[in-house]
Nanobody
């Protein structure tokens, strides 16, 4: 069983920045494909960004390209999502999902483990 924990959410003004962190248990973290997803109130969960277990491949939703960056730090068993130039429409609960020995995908169903989420609120 893999435990996933997200942190770093909060309240920020439009144009501000936040850095989310996703930590996961397990000795093979360096082989976890990782994705960030978000779910706004009354909406379905949507893809934000993902990174392959090697870190060589990343992908972003069009809505966040150029503003968000996903990076991994295997020494700390952590994947970060750096979010810059935040907009009110970025307000949502952000979830980290991991798939051991799997491929990164934009589909939430492609991941077997996820955390409780962290709230991001962007005020206008």
């Amino acid at each position: 069983q893999v435990q996933v924990v997200e942190s770093g959410g909060g309240l920020v003004q439009a144009g501000g920045s936040l850095r989310l962190a996703c930590t996961a248990s397990g000795r093979t973290f360096s082989r976890y494909a990782t994705g960030w997803f978000r779910q706004a109130a009354g909406k379905e969960r949507e893809f934000v960004a993902h990174i392959s277990w090697s870190g060589a491949s990343t992908d972003y939703a069009d809505a966040v390209k150029g503003r968000f960056t996903i990076v991994r730090d295997d020494a700390e068993n952590t994947v970060h999502l750096q979010m810059n130039n935040l907009k009110p429409e970025d307000t949502a609960v952000y979830y980290c999902e991991v798939e051991p020995w799997g491929r990164a995908t934009i589909q939430s169903s492609g991941y077997d483990y996820w955390g409780q989420g962290t709230q991001v609120t962007v005020s206008s």
